[in-house]
């Protein structure tokens, strides 16, 4: 069926391009350069287009339509044109990502080849669709797929729980390029991935986060207070390297270096860059700009807004004394490319990962590890730990707040004040619930030392992620009692940091087979059964360690998650809603057992919205699908 073209065209030659070749491929084709873009916004414009009754509409953009974007976006809202594909025709590269809205956009020298392609997707897709056409959910088999090819190709995971920001990505790209199903579409992505950076199209809808600048001031109090003056407290560090992994639109890095700014008044004099990466290049081009609304001002004092902005009407435009500073430049994550050589002193990953699978999580973490100097500095978001993920990391804690410093040496010469001699090499067998019990060595320590001061030692460096000395620590204790039932259950702990959950469970099962009332070892086996997929056998751990001890924060937080996943809403607010009362209940300081080291402010932040997610994403939408082992 031959398509009704509209080209809306500035120039002649364009025009008699584009006519001879739809008319080469039995199509109409009609230039209309009397219907400017600049006259598109009357009344009169919007009716003559709609009148013609066009399949697809192709605008050239020139030098002089400088608000060709206001325009192009009208021309999408109107009634009569807002369901006619577009494509743009540019010399102006640049423009490419901020019209991410349209079929397509084509520089010139037009691509012909590229434009049939075009063609024959419109008319496949207006085929196959039909007019009836509506868009339904993902099922398993497709959401699978979408799935591992995002993990495969950007880390990105989407689960479940969050498969309508997929699903609103998806309709978006496929409404536009009139592709009816998600087959289809998948088709199209593998093929065009790279060729017409479909991905990079789609991670646009996919990667678009809220941001503000000094976001989490805390964060950039103790870049001000500590850590610079930390790193360039001597003479000889004049250079300062800093990473922003995951910039989004800016706001991040050119905060770091305001902040910079205010902390080193010699800061001309030294040679610092930060380097702002994204996965999402219109992002980046936003970025670059510098220009922002009065939203993202919001937390900003005034006295940085008078000192480090213009203010151009209802914009604020960040001067270039501080973008000077910051270099911009595109990195995917997950990628096996590393995205720089460069060793760091600091690097700022914040609400970037938490789209990562734990696998995903590690590799990222790792990586960083290998690009920070020895006692360089990574600041993640407050939702996000390294519990489970890295034991390279020390962990600090400020003011109730958290960050990490890369591990120089092994701290455990610090704690050997508290024995009389070396503990040891002799290690403890842990026991599964069939084998006997393995006789201990007694470790030599100062009858001064009580084993529970011992133990209360080892949390300390657990929680600080210290997990070399407190393994060993953990190993005195129960050289001396050996049916601690704490200690053994801190070396699950330890063990499923590093990976080895077989002898997690083996801790669980021994500290059980001790005592079956303990509530720790019940959620414990709980959190490995989930990390094991056996969600069923997981939720039974946790609801055996609730009843054992009703104020245990941990469970009641694991059974809120875990019911959400499975679509047991009723269940999932019930339980996050106890998680929170507790945690208001606890001191300010408090550090919540078995949470990594989570601070009660920190963690009643991520509790509350988690809450609010459950309690938004399930306002009429069906049931999820129930997870079981």
Same mark, same amino acid.
């Given at each position: 069926m031959p398509?009704? *073209?509209?080209?809306?065209?500035?120039?002649?030659?364009?025009? =008699?391009?584009?006519?001879?070749? &739809?008319?080469? =491929? =039995?199509? !109409?084709?009609?230039?209309?350069?009397?219907? !400017?873009? @600049?006259?598109c916004k009357s009344l009169d414009a919007k009716t003559t287009l709609s009148k013609s009754r066009p399949d697809l509409i192709i605008v050239e953009i020139t030098m002089h339509e400088s608000n060709a974007i206001a325009i192009l976006d009208g021309l999408q809202k109107s009634a009569g044109t807002k369901n006619i594909p577009i494509i743009v025709i540019s010399d102006f590269a640049e423009l490419e990502f901020e019209l991410n809205n349209y079929l397509d956009f084509? /520089?010139?020298?037009?691509?012909?080849?590229?434009?049939?392609?075009?063609? %024959?997707?419109?008319?496949?897709? +207006? +085929?196959?669709?039909?007019s009836d056409f509506e868009f339904r959910p993902l099922n398993s088999s497709e959401h699978q797929q979408f799935h591992d090819f995002l993990i495969k190709h950007c880390g990105l995971h989407f689960e479940r729980r969050n498969i309508k920001v997929l699903e609103r990505a998806l309709k978006s790209r496929m409404e536009l390029l009139h592709i009816g199903s998600y087959n289809d579409y998948f088709d199209y992505l593998e093929k065009n991935m790279e060729r017409r950076q479909e991905l990079q199209k789609l991670l646009q809808l996919l990667t678009v986060g809220e941001t503000f600048f000094f976001r989490y001031h805390a964060h950039f109090d103790v870049l001000a207070k500590s850590v610079l003056s930390a790193l360039t407290g001597t003479k000889a560090k004049k250079s300062l390297r800093i990473w922003s992994a995951g910039c989004s639109t800016g706001e991040e890095p050119y905060t770091i270096a305001m902040t910079i700014m205010e902390a080193l008044p010699d800061w001309k004099r030294r040679d610092i860059k930060i380097l702002a990466t994204d996965i999402n290049n219109r992002s980046l081009k936003r970025a670059k700009d510098g220009v922002y609304s009065a939203w993202k001002m919001r937390v900003t004092p005034q006295y940085h807004i008078d000192k480090y902005f213009k203010r151009i009407g209802e914009s604020y435009i960040v001067k270039d004394e501080v973008k000077s500073l910051v270099e911009f430049d595109y990195c995917n994550l997950q990628s096996t490319l590393n995205c720089t050589q460069e060793p760091f002193d600091i690097i700022f990953c914040r609400n970037v990962m938490i789209y990562f699978t734990t696998a995903t999580t590690r590799k990222v973490v790792e990586m960083f590890a290998d690009h920070l100097n020895p006692g360089g500095?990574?600041?993640?978001?407050?939702?996000?730990?390294?519990?489970n993920v890295s034991s390279?990391?020390?962990?600090?804690?400020?003011? =109730?707040?958290?960050?990490?410093? #890369?591990?120089?040496?092994? @701290?455990? %010469?610090?704690?050997?004040?508290?024995?009389?001699?070396?503990?040891?090499?002799?290690?403890?067998?842990?026991?599964?619930?069939?084998?006997?019990?393995?006789?201990?060595?007694?470790? #030599?320590?100062?009858?001064? *030392?009580?084993?529970?001061?011992?133990?209360g030692t080892g949390l300390n460096l657990l929680h600080q992620e210290h997990y070399p000395e407190a393994e060993e620590i953990f190993r005195d204790v129960l050289g001396v009692k050996p049916e601690h039932t704490g200690a053994i259950l801190a070396l699950g702990q330890i063990h499923l940091v590093n990976g080895r959950n077989d002898e997690a469970l083996a801790c669980c099962d021994q500290s059980l087979a001790i005592n079956d009332l303990l509530p720790e070892g019940y959620f414990l086996r709980g959190l490995l059964f989930e990390m094991a997929e056996r969600i069923?056998?997981?939720?039974? %751990?946790?609801?055996?360690?609730?009843?054992?001890?009703?104020?245990?924060?941990?469970?009641?937080?694991?059974?809120?998650? /875990?019911?959400y996943r499975t679509g047991d809403v009723k269940t999932s607010v019930r339980e996050l809603r106890n998680c929170i009362k507790l945690?208001? +209940? @606890?001191?300010?300081?408090? *550090?919540?057992? &078995?949470?990594?080291?989570?601070?009660?402010?920190?963690?009643?932040?991520?509790?509350?919205?988690?809450?609010?997610?459950v309690e938004a994403t399930n306002i009429n939408q069906p049931e999820l699908g129930v997870v079981t082992s």
């Open positions: 398509l009704n *073209v509209l080209i809306m065209n500035q120039s002649r030659d364009l025009c =008699g391009v584009l006519c001879r070749f &739809f008319r080469a =491929g =039995g199509d !109409r084709a009609e230039c209309n350069s009397e219907v !400017r873009l @600049a006259e084509i /520089l010139k020298p037009i691509d012909l080849r590229r434009l049939r392609e075009d063609v %024959e997707i419109l008319k496949a897709g +207006k +085929k196959k669709r039909g500095y990574l600041f993640m978001g407050h939702s996000e730990t390294l519990l390279r990391f020390e962990r600090h804690t400020q003011d =109730g707040n958290f960050y990490y410093s #890369k591990k120089v040496q092994p @701290a455990i %010469e610090a704690i050997k004040f508290r024995v009389n001699s070396p503990a040891t090499t002799e290690k403890p067998t842990i026991l599964s619930n069939n084998s006997q019990k393995a006789p201990l060595v007694p470790s #030599k320590l100062q009858d001064s *030392v009580s084993a529970e001061e011992l133990f069923t056998d997981a939720i039974e %751990e946790y609801r055996k360690a609730v009843l054992l001890k009703i104020d245990f924060v941990m469970p009641h937080y694991q059974l809120g998650k /875990l019911s945690l208001e +209940k @606890a001191g300010r300081e408090a *550090v919540i057992p &078995f949470s990594g080291g989570l601070s009660r402010e920190v963690f009643l932040e991520q509790a509350r919205k988690d809450m609010t997610m």
